[in-house]
């Protein structure tokens, strides 16, 4: 049975601040949004070489791994960084898709190297008995692991050749959560001076 709509539901859903129906169609065509343009890349080879440069830097790389440490899973985190690229102007939907598995294998391929556990995808069903979850496995989990193996193996060509030397190639980052060294203090400092 439908449940009538109180009027204070009414006043409040009228007050909500909220696009109505169509009014993507009437945006300005002079200042179209990024990924309403033609795409930065449009070769998958190039968008590539960009993520891998992307996720390998700097800044970006021990917040990465410290996602990956805590949990987060590589799918989850694939999803992530592609969504934004496309939000960004950066692909367009097709090749955002066909950008995904070989992403997920740098970010594995990046997690293993530092020596992390990594989970590819969360357990949909959580409430499923712990011996279920061990003997079923997603397709898409298990795809990946066939194809994880195959890549090790170099029998596969998810990656170029070359950024899996990259990925070689890549320093090993301390733990961030290691006990950091204690700089020595010299004698000329006034903060190493003791009772002057």
Known sequence: MAQEST??????????????????????PENPYSF?????????REALEYLF?????????????????????????????LFKGFTEGKWNPD??????????????????????????TRDDAEEDAESERKLSTTGLEKRLKEKQKAALQGKTNTLPTEII??????????????????PETTPDSLLGQQGA
């Open 7 to 28: 009027p204070q539901f009414r006043a409040v859903a009228s007050q909500m601040k909220r696009s109505i129906p169509g009014e993507g169609m009437s945006n300005d």
């Open 36 to 44: 309403e343009q033609a795409p930065e890349f449009s070769v998958h």
């Open 53 to 81: 440069v992307t996720i390998t830097d700097e800044e970006k790389y021990t917040d990465i791994l410290i996602a990956i440490e805590q949990g987060v899973p590589i799918m989850e985190l694939t999803q992530v960084i």
């Open 95 to 120: 090749l955002m898709m066909l950008l995904a598995e070989p992403l997920a294998f740098m970010l594995m391929a990046l997690a293993e190297r530092q020596g992390i556990d990594y989970v590819i």
């Open 165 to 182: 030397e990259r990925i070689e190639e890549v320093p090993v980052v301390e733990s961030l959560l290691a006990e950091q060294e204690k």
